[in-house]
Each structure stands twice: as structure tokens, then as C-alpha cells.
């Protein structure tokens, strides 16, 4: 007979092991089936180890600056491979601490790729051959996205390479890469390897990097990564990309103008699609999104399948770890009746450049689309304290509020340490806190943060 379990998660990043261990702690016996690693895409493929990759690039960039500050010094240098070592001791360590959690509280994890094959059953397809079935009483499907691969001539040529690819390579510096995609993936790597050297050119198709950004954000970060060497080529589309004696040549259209340049790699990092294929017999299919292949789910992330629940990136939205791991605690409140503990309505995004960057909330302009009268306050970080005796790049605090009652809608911040900051204006949106409110609170000197005071008192001024 088939082991049963009150929970079945299908899964096991942040969308996953998270709800799964919200409800072992509901004293509900939890299983969790993973195809590949602990953490998922953000621990193994993507948010940590990109950012462990940043802050050796960082420290890297800033040992070759130190002179800046009266330090000289030599007898430094880079290694690759040893960097990389690095990358991986770090995720294997945050894999373990999962592991642990899991089994603390007594959650079976399962190796195998699952699939729904009746109801309130899985079947669990492991290595060798093996399959194992078990049933649920309810079933979470986390099961994430992939590198998704554009339609381009020669996207599969050898030396092309997407996110996962290029994070689990020997750490090879290249001295020539191009990066197809000039989002945050595409800009975290071009950061990443112009800081280690390497010369970088970004293509993308859009008429901005970071698109779906403030328009200043992407113009003062387009103008950082140029005087660091980085060429960047905007409204422009890949048209093939071969293989030569020199090198790969990638072959793009800018504005009516044939160009092409050549390089050791090339990555594609132009978005990402959904695990859902192979998650289902036929028999229990549920419905999806028109042609998009994400899951459909309804406000309690439940699926068309009575007891069938699904979260993250294969329900499309906003693909961030913290937003998997949000919606999956409130499918777990919902399927077990407890009342919901967190708003997802408001999401903080981070891009982990120098300066780093980081948003939530409106933009002006989305504001006035919206029909929204705003009024914003902005503080620029080069006259903050923090800011030059540390000799941080051009930056600024900008905060948008509604015009007549000053409440915090939106949040732009690009400065050192915008990542850490964000969650104080989430608060403050979520909240519907005041510009006056902000103002009000004392900061601490010298500090970053200071520049949030500082943009809420230009916000009330004005």
C-alpha cells in the first residue's frame, strides 16, 4: 500500500522546502520530491551562487582601486577556478542547512521526479528506474522554470551557454563575452565578469537594459557599466550567432545598422519558462494559461484540480525566490484553514549590480498611467557621508507618493546597500506610511539610510 502523507510537495527550492516546513511545524507529515538538489533554481542555479560570484568580483574591482585610499599594495591575483571552489563551499553549506531543517522536523524528501497520476497521488520516478508511489491529502506543485532559449540561428552552437550553464562552468575568466539579454540576469553577469576583467557586451532588444525598471535606474547604470568598460547595445535583435576559427560571432540588427561582434562565449539570458511539462498524467491535467504553459491557479494558488495547489515561476508572475516562497505559505494556510499572514501584494525587487539596485511599488510613471497624481522626493547619494568616505558610484533615494496625502506608493533605490534598505519602504507601502512618517524617524550618522530622510523631507517640501 501506498504511504500516505497529509502534504505532498513537489519541489524543493524556496517555494517548497519553505511551505513544506510550515506544515510539518502544523504537526502535518509532509513529504518532498525533488529531481535534482536541495534549494532548487535560487540555492543551486541562480540567487546564490550569482551572488556570491558578485561579491568576489566586488572585492576584486575594489582590491585594484585601493590606492584611492592611500593603500598599495601587490601580490594579488585572480583564480578562476578557485573562485568558483568558492561559489560551490558556499551553496553546499546553505544545502546542508536545509537538509537539516528537513529533517528535524521529520520531512521525507523523496530524489525522483514526480508526477501526478490520480488523485491525491504521485509517482515518483527515480534514478535507475525506479518508481515509487505515494498519495496526499493535498499536493503543492513548486516545480520552478529553466533558461528558456530563444528561436535564434546558432542559439545551440557550442560555447553558447544560459544562466545555469555559465554558474556551473570552471570558472574559465573569458576575455571576450557576450551576454543576449540585458535584464537582471544579463546585467548581475556582465557586473560579475567586468569586475574579473573580462570585456562585456550586452545586446538587448528592448530600448533600455532593466526594461521593466525606473527609466533613470537604467540610464545612470547603462552609464556606470560603459566607464567600466562595458558596451552596451539597446533596440537591438540577435539575428545568428556561428562558430569560427576566432571565436563565436554574433551577428545582431541595431537600429537598420548590421553589426556583429565576436567572443570566447556567449550567454543567453533573455527569461526564463516553466517546469510544467511531464507534471501530470493525462487524466489529471489541470488547466493553464493560454499558450504561456503556466499553471492557472485561483486566488488561494489552487489549481483546477480540487486539492492540487502549484506556486512560483510555473504559475508565471514575478519570478522571485521570496515570491515563491510567500505564495507557497499562503496555499499551505489555505489548504489547512489557518488565516494568511503575509501580503503579497506588495513585492521588493533587488538587482545585485555596484551600485546595487532596488525597487518596490510604483514608479512615477506607472503612477500617472495608473491616473494616480504623485509627487516624488529624491536624494542624490553623492553628498551622503557614507556614500564618499567610501567612494561609492553615482546613486540617489527616490520615493513616490500620492500628491495631496503624501502616502508612499513606490520606492527607487540605486546606492550601496539599496538591497538591505528596501524592506524599510516596503513597510512603508505596505503600511501606508506618510512622507512625514519617514521624516519623522531618526537615522543614524554616518549611514546609507540616511538618504531615505532625506528624499521623505524633499518629498514634504515640495
Not at 266 to 294: D, H, Q, T
Request: hydrophobic share 40%; with cysteine.
Amino acid at each position: 500500500m501506498a504511504e500516505q502523507f497529509d502534504l505532498i510537495v513537489i519541489g524543493a527550492g524556496p517555494g517548497g522546502y519553505i511551505p513544506a516546513l510550515k506544515a510539518a511545524g502544523l504537526g502535518k507529515k509532509t513529504a518532498v520530491i525533488e529531481a535534482e538538489y536541495l534549494g532548487g533554481t535560487c540555492l543551486n542555479k541562480g540567487c546564490i551562487p550569482t551572488k556570491s560570484l558578485l561579491h568576489a568580483g566586488e572585492l576584486y574591482r575594489e582590491m585594484g582601486n585601493a590606492d584611492r585610499f592611500g593603500i598599495s599594495g601587490g601580490g594579488y591575483s585572480l583564480n578562476g577556478e578557485a573562485v568558483w571552489n568558492y561559489k560551490d563551499r558556499v551553496v553546499s553549506e546553505l544545502r546542508n542547512g536545509i537538509s537539516q531543517s528537513l529533517k528535524k522536523v521529520k520531512i521525507e524528501v523523496i530524489k525522483g521526479r514526480g508526477k501526478i497520476t490520480g488523485e491525491k497521488e504521485v509517482t515518483v520516478f527515480k534514478e535507475g528506474g525506479e518508481e515509487l508511489v505515494i498519495t496526499g491529502e493535498k499536493i503543492l506543485i513548486a516545480a520552478g522554470s529553466s533558461p528558456a532559449v530563444p528561436p535564434i540561428a546558432g542559439a545551440k552552437t557550442e560555447g553558447v551557454v544560459d544562466s545555469d550553464g555559465i554558474l556551473n562552468g570552471d570558472g574559465t575568466i573569458y576575455p571576450r563575452l557576450v551576454i543576449i539579454g540585458g535584464g537582471v540576469i544579463g546585467m548581475e553577469m556582465a557586473t560579475v565578469y567586468s569586475d574579473f576583467g573580462s570585456r562585456v557586451t550586452v545586446i538587448e532588444a528592448m530600448d533600455r537594459i532593466l526594461p521593466g525598471m525606473d527609466k533613470e535606474i537604467s540610464q545612470n547604470l547603462k552609464m556606470i557599466m560603459k566607464k567600466r568598460g562595458v558596451e552596451i547595445h539597446t533596440s537591438a535583435a540577435v539575428k545568428e550567432i556561428c562558430k569560427t576559427e576566432d571565436g563565436l560571432v554574433c551577428r545582431f540588427e541595431e537600429k537598420g545598422q548590421e553589426l556583429e561582434i565576436t567572443a570566447d562565449r556567449i550567454l543567453i539570458s533573455i527569461g526564463r519558462k516553466p517546469n510544467a511539462e511531464g507534471l501530470f498524467s493525462e487524466s489529471m491535467e489541470p488547466c493553464f494559461k493560454k499558450n504561456r504553459g503556466y499553471l492557472a491557479v485561483d486566488g488561494d494558488y489552487e489549481t483546477s484540480v480540487k486539492g492540487i495547489y502549484a506556486i512560483g515561476d510555473v504559475i508565471g508572475g514575478i519570478q522571485l525566490a521570496h515570491v515563491a516562497t510567500a505564495e507557497g505559505c499562503r496555499a499551505v494556510e489555505a489548504m489547512f484553514g489557518l488565516p494568511f499572514t503575509q501580503k503579497l501584494e506588495t513585492v521588493p525587487s533587488c538587482v545585485y549590480t555596484s551600485p546595487e539596485i532596488a525597487c518596490v511599488g510604483m514608479t512615477a510613471d506607472q503612477a500617472k498611467e495608473n491616473g494616480i497624481a504623485v509627487k516624488t522626493g529624491k536624494y542624490i547619494m553623492s553628498v551622503n557621508g557614507k556614500s564618499v568616505l567610501t567612494m561609492q558610484e553615482r546613486g540617489f533615494i527616490k520615493l513616490v507618493a500620492e500628491a495631496e496625502s503624501k502616502k508612499i506608493i513606490g520606492a527607487q533605490l540605486m546606492c550601496a546597500r539599496a538591497t538591505d534598505m528596501i524592506g524599510e519602504l516596503e513597510l512603508a507601502v505596505n503600511k501606508g506610511l506618510t512622507a512625514a512618517d519617514l521624516a519623522e524617524v531618526m537615522m543614524p550618522h554616518p549611514t546609507f539610510c540616511e538618504g531615505i530622510g532625506e528624499a521623505a523631507l524633499e518629498l514634504i517640501e515640495k
